[in-house]
């Protein structure tokens, strides 16, 4: 194909973005080892700063073990998701800018197809690596400081590659006619939907490289991997990729299903299965940055009628258990003594905003309508938070947290500070909770636009403090 017909695609993905916009809106962690993720005793990492990074830190990872990795002075904080979602929505503007064609695929990551009439791009305009970094440029004016990487490529696997190639704030432009010089040369475990387990399984036949899948003939690889997976793994070592960028309408709903092997008639057995569902829903969330109110149980019996079951939660969630919950209690009005062939979890009400941003006067009445959360009970009582309130040193960055939902303690519904959230004092102004505990919350008081700022220690219930907005990174308009 002559290049000029080529697409000319571009995959653009936000460098550490969520610990990048904590870094952003809290000058004291800029340069200092920053995770995010869940910091309860099962919690895992969302990201890790790259400073925290050099420590081994790494996503998915449970908390506990970054904890142990990186030094005194690492800043564990919950997520702030309506931050990261005002963050995301300026840089997909600025893609939108330049082509109608962009699929965001992630809260961080899009494609977009610069592929002239709809773009202003093609493989023969003159120097597109200077067109990329204005972009990053304009993207990093105007979010306050985020980076992002760019691949440009013909295809949106290659640019996908491209993009990670030379992270952070790097562009990595793949020529058409380059693409196997570029590919050839990865092992095969880079490529996405080369999982764990097929990796191990090429190489057990000696395939590390993508050069090494390439030498293999489609014949013995579909004897391997089966007529679809062979032959998708054949194209993908030909660098051969024609899927479009689709401009996706925002998802509606997020649902799995799974048909079992013979019909399930064990409740335990189809409650074990809902778990793992409601694991992978809140993944799939949590990377998406939204929060579902809508709980749907779908369950098809051996007959093959099917049932669905809805219920709408009072608040919006991501947490897996309580997604969990909410389909046991659907599940539980369904006949399934003679056995079902398939269950279906799904959630829908998508929004950007979770319970945890619900004010505690809103929070208040789902006491009396849901369960709380198996692990409400008395706070627990950080021993080392003894030195939060002069801890204004560096070195003692270690916010520590009481919990991630709201509290009832003996009926009384406790906001539960949560480490890393937005906050408006009355007096001393806007912060970040940055610990509490033993009946106190340190804040720190500074924000996108201030310096460095200092740390006071509040009652928990002190009336002059209140939850608040992510604060303004942008310059008020003059
Ligand atoms: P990624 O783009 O995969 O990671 P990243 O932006 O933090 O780092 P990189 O510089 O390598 O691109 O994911 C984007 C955000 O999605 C990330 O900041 C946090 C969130 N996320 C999760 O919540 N859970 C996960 O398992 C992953 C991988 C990401
Ligand atoms: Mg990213």
């Known amino acids: 194909m002559a290049s000029e017909e080529r697409r000319c695609i571009m995959h653009l993905d936000l460098d550490a973005f969520f610990a990048a916009v904590e870094q952003r809106d809290k000058p004291s962690l800029r340069g200092r080892p920053v995770i995010v993720g869940g910091l309860g005793g099962r919690g895992v990492v969302a990201t890790a700063s790259y400073e925290a990074r050099r420590f081994g830190a790494r996503s998915a990872m449970p908390t506990i073990e970054a904890r142990r990795r990186c030094p005194a002075g690492t800043a564990f904080l919950s997520g702030r998701y309506a931050a990261y979602r005002a963050s995301s929505e300026v840089v997909m503007g600025l893609l939108r800018e330049?082509?109608?064609?962009?699929?965001?695929?992630?809260?961080?990551e899009a494609y977009v197809d610069l592929t002239p009439p709809a773009g202003p791009l093609g493989w023969d305009d003159g120097d597109l690596e200077r067109w990329c970094g204005g972009l990053l440029t304009e993207i990093t004016e105007a979010t306050g400081g985020l980076t992002a990487s760019i691949g440009l490529a013909p295809s949106k696997m290659m640019a996908k590659l491209a993009s990670e190639m030379n992270k952070p704030a790097g562009v990595t432009v793949v020529r058409p006619g380059h693409?196997?010089?570029?590919?050839?040369?990865?092992?095969?475990?880079?490529?996405p939907g080369i999982g764990p387990a097929t990796g191990a399984r090429l190489h057990s036949f000696g395939v590390d490289t993508v050069a090494d899948l390439a030498r293999m003939s489609e014949a013995d690889l579909v004897s391997i991997f089966g007529t679809a997976q062979g032959a998708a793994l054949h194209r993908l070592a030909r660098a051969e990729d024609d899927r479009p960028v689709v401009v996706e309408r925002e998802a509606k709903s997020i649902s799995v299903e799974e048909t079992f092997e013979s019909d399930v008639v064990d409740r335990g057995e189809l409650e074990t299965e809902l778990g793992r569902m409601s694991q992978g829903l809140a993944r799939r969330l949590e990377k998406a940055g939204v929060?579902?109110?809508?709980?749907?149980?779908?369950?098809?019996?051996?007959d093959f009628t099917t049932q669905t079951r809805s219920g709408t939660l009072p608040f919006a969630t991501g947490d897996p258990g309580?997604?969990?919950?909410?389909?046991?209690?659907?599940?539980?009005?369904?006949?399934?003594?003679?056995?079902?062939?398939?269950?279906g979890l799904g959630v829908a009400g998508l929004t950007a905003h979770a319970q945890e941003e619900l004010t505690l006067d809103t929070a208040y009445p789902l006491l009396g309508q849901i369960e709380l959360p198996d692990a409400v009970g008395l706070p627990e009582i950080d021993d080392d938070l003894q030195g939060a309130g002069s801890g204004d040193e560096p070195g003692s960055i270690d916010a520590t947290e009481v919990g991630e939902e709201p509290r009832a303690v003996a009926g009384r519904l406790l906001p539960g500070w949560r480490t890393g959230q937005d906050v408006l004092h009355d007096e001393h102004g806007a912060g970040w909770v940055w610990g509490s505990g033993r009946g106190?919350?340190?804040?720190?008081?500074?924000?996108?636009?201030?310096?460095?700022?200092?740390?006071?220690?509040?009652?928990?219930?002190?009336?002059?403090?209140h939850p608040a907005d992510p604060p303004e990174w942008r310059d008020p308009p003059s």
């Open 98 to 108: 330049r082509s109608p064609l962009v699929e965001q695929v992630s809260v961080d």
């Open 179 to 191: 693409e196997l010089a570029v590919l050839h040369a990865l092992s095969v475990r880079a490529i």
């Open 291 to 302: 929060f579902a109110r809508t709980i749907t149980v779908k369950a098809r019996q051996h």
């Open 322 to 343: 309580v997604i969990l919950r909410e389909g046991r209690r659907l599940l539980r009005s369904v006949d399934v003594t003679s056995g079902l062939r398939l269950l």
């Open 440 to 465: 106190v919350v340190t804040v720190r008081f500074e924000g996108p636009r201030t310096a460095a700022g200092p740390v006071r220690t509040f009652a928990h219930d002190d009336p002059a403090l």
